[in-house]
């Protein structure tokens, strides 16, 4: 493992190719300097990715750690309909002579996988810490922009309503669910799971043309997250399991609470023309914003049989007994 300050300049070497127009002063000072263009608002999001919680070393390779902790923020910058600038990394890595000493070649390939995907959609790393740990501990910031008063909130859901979704649910879970029972897993650039792509051009788009009138990411599962928009707009919501779109090896209950899909959850007006696809990802409605009163729970599902019950809450929550 490099030392502290060799660390330091190997990554601001390779940080290098993903130049964003908006930072004026990256790596090497005390903080960073973001310009944000005239008559924007900044988004600032932070998420916090631990080893053996998050990932695990023996099912994720290095890439596709790196990629998926920075897809988490690039994922709400999408979400608020927002333009992604600049991400800062906080990195805390096992020294030699701790359990499970980390080579440097490991650090090496979660920076491949985390600057791809930051020179995809033109973000630069302008910053972070570096620290010793126990485990794997990755913090990282995405600073964001969007026009002043345009952002997307979750908020904004009215009743009636229609709500929709990007791309399908429930492949993330899927694959989680066949590696904790053994099976091993090629962890190809085309499985969401291990590279999920965040839906940045989707979110720009319906933002542009005010059509989401709220919006979330799937980060913890459609039940949990449906039920954020819920809560915040003051409204109930009815959905159809028919009609959710579930990823080829995922079934309804992991659609519904699985996780990590990182699509977007959209409400629209009822009259509004919402497009089959958009920016190429495939869009789905999937059921109606109420009245807060009209239900005694916050969702409501139409089941395959034919019959309505409430939809308990059932995604990923960190202090909740996990398997």
């Known amino acids: 493992m490099r030392s502290e300050r060799e660390l330091i300049r190997h990554i601001r070497r390779l940080s290098g190719n993903a130049k964003s127009r908006a930072v004026v002063r990256g790596i090497g000072d005390d903080s960073a300097i973001v310009s944000l ?50 991400c800062f990394l906080s990195l805390g890595l096992p020294r030699d002579g701790l359990p499970k000493g980390l080579p440097q070649a490991w650090v090496d390939g979660f920076l491949r996988g985390l600057l791809s995907l930051a020179h995809r959609f033109k973000v630069q790393l302008a910053g972070g810490d570096i620290s ?36 399908s649910l429930g492949g993330s879970a899927a694959v989680l669910q066949q590696l904790y029972a053994g099976k091993k897993i090629k962890p190809a650039r085309s499985n969401a799971h291990f590279y999920p792509v965040p839906r940045i051009e ?36 009815w959905i159809n399991a028919s009609r959710l779109p579930i990823s080829k090896g995922a079934d309804l209950q992991l659609a519904l609470h699985g996780g990590e899909d990182y699509e977007l959850l959209f409400t629209a ?55």
């Open 37 to 86: 263009s005239p008559g924007f608002q900044l988004l600032v999001t932070t998420d916090l990715c631990l080893e053996n919680v998050h990932f695990r070393r023996g099912w994720h390779p290095a890439p596709a750690v790196g990629h998926r902790c920075l897809t988490r923020g690039l994922s709400d910058i999408a979400a608020m309909g927002g333009e992604p600038l600049a």
């Open 132 to 167: 010793a740990a126990r485990q794997i501990t990755v913090d990282i910031v995405v600073a964001g922009q969007v026009p002043a008063g345009k952002a997307v909130l979750r908020s904004g859901a009215r009743p009636g309503d229609r709500i929709y979704v990007t791309g």
């Open 202 to 237: 989707v979110g720009a788009w319906l933002r542009k043309k005010g059509l989401a009138t709220a919006m979330i990411d799937l980060s913890d599962g459609l039940s949990v997250d449906l039920a954020h928009i819920c809560e915040e707009s003051r409204v109930s919501a």
């Open 269 to 323: 007006p009822k009259n509004a023309r919402v497009p089959s696809r958009i920016a190429g990802i495939k869009v789905t409605e999937i059921g109606v914003i109420r009245n807060q009163s009209d239900y005694s729970a916050a969702i409501q599902i139409l089941g395959e049989n034919g019959k309505v019950r409430p939809l308990a809450q059932g995604g990923w929550e960190h202090f909740k007994r996990q398997r």
